[in-house]
């Protein structure tokens, strides 16, 4: 198994399918087959012929793991089938992000919740997973208490579409797009990202409130946050925490074009909360939305289980 | 006096300057000189003749009233010399704006400071201006507690040479800027802002607590605000107070491109705050930057002052 095992990419000519096969590819895995709708079967990809994704194809048994970057209605269609050809289904699609039973995961936070899949492990929004890396460590040490953020997000968390449209757009007509789905009050991009923390977190009444916003930025989403902690925790004791934890790279002014093509978190401009009675902190923070907001972090998943699992006999 | 009053426009040629000089002119003002460094003397802008700005020439005692957008220290040189030569100076850079006995004005908010000047009016930077129009009539009901706000600048707000790199960026290479002057842990753009806001409203120790950064958009700022109030106020209750509010339009969902060219400061996204235990707000606005931000908001004094000063015998 390891850089063995018949890997599947689902949504293999996406942003982010893309990018899924170029990190397997610098990681050594030799058994990697590209997968997308009947319009892209046969093109190439990253080296590959596309393969048509089916329902026969994705079930026929031959896949140790299937990576799925496709819509979520793509991926309640066909992830049921390549389960029950035998492969374990990363899903980065909202399909079953939180649906009970299924893990959402992020291997830094969480990553124990991975080994008791059934099947399916979800993966969580582009937003969600830089936040928590930042969060966990906070929370073991001093107790999250509540959160406020404003994230600014990049075209590509949207898809290929977005990237055309602000490729052909003039710098002169930049603008910032609100034009996600409505849910009552919130854009479903904030309900979920709510939702999402709480479940990874394992802290089902967090308080966080959450407004999000597209930038005319191709790579990296950013958030600006605030935290408040159980237990005061100064600015030099969050710098410290976050040093030392996985995936998060302390730097004073984290931007989007300084995360583009790294795979760490970069959290920065951590201060005081001014407005803040006890323990608060607001910092910044920048994440390749494309890499460890999505592809990578499927990817660690999937290296998280094939460490755990027992070497065949 | 009113249209008839001699006004100098002082820094003619920057992006605030130009739009000072036309909104003059839609305004019906008939008796405008345009003024600038020796560099643009001569030059035609808005159908005027760039005159240079020396010492000598605004103090010649022929301007009633001086608009200056020039850059900090060019106001603290120039400044003094139209004062003494008899006009009022109403001084949009951040010279004056801390400096007590100097009225810092929103006239919307604290007009009546106005009134109280001995020469020099401040003009407040292009963020505090918006915050604390939709600020005011909150406060005024239910008494502002603290409030945190992530901005959304635009490179107008940074002048003539940011739009230009803004243009010459191709879309794929938009980044958020984060290169403002530091000050201790903040930057300055941060801290004016807190102290600015705290003057305007004159809750000389309100929290607040700024996350400021400048995005790859080119007229119009946005902000992302929580606000705690004292009294609870539903969301109803702030859409109510702030579509009776001067100056403030309430839309769904208030973009830069929604705001640029208009003269309201557009507000929306208005919700509870999902993470405050009492009062708390959520809310987004968006204001073009050089027109209320900015070159509006000066007009506006002066034609306070002009509504205000007692007719001539």
Redesign the interface.
Known sequence: MGRDQAIGVVGATGAVGRVTLGLLRERGYRNVRAFASARSAGAEVDGLTVEEATPDALAAGDLDLCLFSVGTAASRELVPHAVRGGAVAIDKSSAYRLQDGIPLVVPEVNGERALEHEGIIANPNCSSIPLTCVLKPLHETAGVA???L?T?QAASGAGADRMER??A???????????WEFDG??FDEETKL?AETRKILELPEL???A?C?R????V?H?E?V?IETVEPLS?DQVRELLAAAPSVRVED?P???GAAGENEVLVG?I???????GG?I?L?L?CDNLRKGAALNAIQIAELLAARRPVPA
């Open positions: 509540r959160v406020r404003s600014y602000l490729r757009q003039l710098p002169a007509d930049g603008d910032l797009e609100m034009d009050e919130e709510r308080p966080l409130s407004t916003v930038v005319p930025v191709m990296g950013a600006s605030w600015p002014f931007t989007p074009r401009r201060r005081a909360d001014r407005a803040a009675e608060g607001a910044f920048a």
